[in-house]
Structures are given as C-alpha cells and as structure tokens.
C-alpha cells in the first residue's frame, strides 16, 4: 500500500485528503504514482500543474524519487507560509 | 533550536527577551515577525486559514535551521509558527536567531525566512469579498534562494 496525502487546494479540488493506493511493481517513482492518479481523469489533472510539489515519508522530493510499498507520499502546491 | 508549529497567537518581544535571558552570553538577537495583512493582491482580507502537513512540517523547519547552523555559528534559534484561523493584524510566524555578531544573525534569519517560504509544508487561505482563495506562491520566493545556492559560505 502507498499512503497519499493531498493538501490544500488540490484536497479541495480532488475532494479527499487521504487515500490508500494499492502498490503493484510499475510503480517505481513518485513520477508513477502521479501518473496512475492523472489517468483517472479531469479532476486530477490539477496533479500535472508544473509546479505541483511532492514529499516522500515527509522530506520534499521530486517526481524522479524511488517508491516503496509501505510509503507515505504526499502532492501539493506550492507551499506559502511565513 | 526551539522548533514550533501552534494554533495559539504569541508575544514576539517576549519571545526575544526569552532568547537573551537563555542565552546571556550572546552579542546580537535578530527577531523577524510576520503579521496577516489586511489588505493583498488588491483585495481586503478579512482573514486568513493556515494548513499544514503535520509531521512533515517541523521536521522541514529543523532542516532549515540545522543548514542554517552548518553556515553560520549560531547560539540559538527559535522558529515558531501558527496554523488554523487568524485575524488581520496577528502575528504569523517568528523567527529569532541569536549570534555573536549581528551579521550571522540577520543573515541567518533572512536564510531561514527565505527556505521556510519555499520549502516548509504551509498553505495560505484568505477570506475576501469575494470568497476564501488559496494564496499563490510567489516566483519573487523561489528567486530570493538563488543568493544562497551561488554562495556557499563558511560559518562566521
């Protein structure tokens, strides 16, 4: 199972926040993962905006990352705090 | 370092004070507070939804900080951060680093301000006339990080 997170507008524009994502062995980086979401249709091509944000067992990382059965991954906007 | 992620408002001169009166051999305390505005993007705000994601979000500020540590000799510093519901006029997040000299400690802060904009998991939420809206990151941020990556300075 992957662990995926979802924050702020695109929890908004995907409608839930959290989810379990069955692994199978084609998923070998977050980039897969992104793109197992984006096949499922309209609201979630919000997941292939240029300057969507990811983070791998909680430490920000990039598309290219490694994935594990047993992960947590996470996909936000860019982040604005302060 | 002092690392804190709260719902509750705070007293910055306080937290200051605090720095000084922990560390009494310190030359120099640099604060930095930043307050929600009531006015952005040429709307007023009325208020403003702070979101984060728990877990990740002190430990990416310990990772700034502990850079920060790595470039410039620090005596301490304290980040502290609100999340849910706050008011124009409220503080948002401070910053305070404690140095010997005060070079180390405003450039400490402005590095930490700077990654903690770009890289600490926080998501702005305002209420305007028109509506709640997510606040967009600004390109400025992302930029402002180019004059620590050309520069990798030893502590001093």
Redesign the interface.
Known sequence: MIDL?F???YR?VLGCGAEQLPWDDSLRTLGDVRDRLLSRGEAWQVLAEP?LMC?RN???CDLATPVADGDEV?F??????? | MRICVQTDSFDPGALLNQMHADYRGTGAVVGFVGYVRDFNDGDPVSGMWLEHYPGMTEKALADIVEQAQTRWLLHEVHVLHRVGQLEPGEPIVFVGVASAHRQAAFEANTFIMDYLKTRAPFWKRESTPQGERWVDAKHSDEQALTRWQASESKPS
């Open positions: 997170q924050f702020a507008r908004d300057r983070a909680q430490t920000l996470a936000f906007p860019p982040v604005t705090g302060g």
